[in-house]
Nanobody, 116 residues
Framework: QVQLVESGGGLVQAGGSLRLSCAASGSTLSIFAMGWYRQAPGKQRELVARIPTGLSTNYADSVKGRFTISRDNAKNTLYLQMNSLKPEDTAVYYC??????????WGQGTQVTVSS
């Protein structure tokens, strides 16, 4: 079992920045990949960025060049630095972990609201 706690969401003006954090606890040695997803009202949850262990990161086209995902393995923490935020980035952002067995764990989500 892996437990995830996200933080760092909030309200920001367009063009501003936010940094999200996701602290993992429990069976962290079993983690294969960590990533950020988001869900806007009335829309499906979508991938924002993902870091698989030993592999290259993946970004959604809509955030490339603006968002940076990073992972501190010593602290079992995942980050998402979000710059040049746009109103269309408004969503609930979720941390997701995939373990080597294939099981998936989700955080509770953190709201990001970008005002125009």
């Amino acid at each position: 079992q892996v437990q995830l706690v996200e933080s760092g969401g909030g309200l920001v003006q367009a063009g501003g920045s936010l940094r999200l954090s996701c602290a993992a606890s429990g069976s962290t040695l079993s983690i294969f990949a960590m990533g950020w997803y988001r869900q806007a009202p009335g829309k499906q949850r979508e991938l924002v960025a993902r870091i698989p262990t030993g592999l290259s990161t993946n970004y959604a086209d809509s955030v490339k060049g603006r968002f940076t995902i990073s992972r501190d393995n010593a602290k079992n923490t995942l980050y998402l630095q979000m710059n040049s935020l746009k109103p269309e980035d408004t969503a609930v952002y979720y941390c997701r972990v995939t373990v080597w067995s294939g099981s998936v764990y989700w955080g509770q989500g953190t709201q990001v609201t970008v005002s125009s």
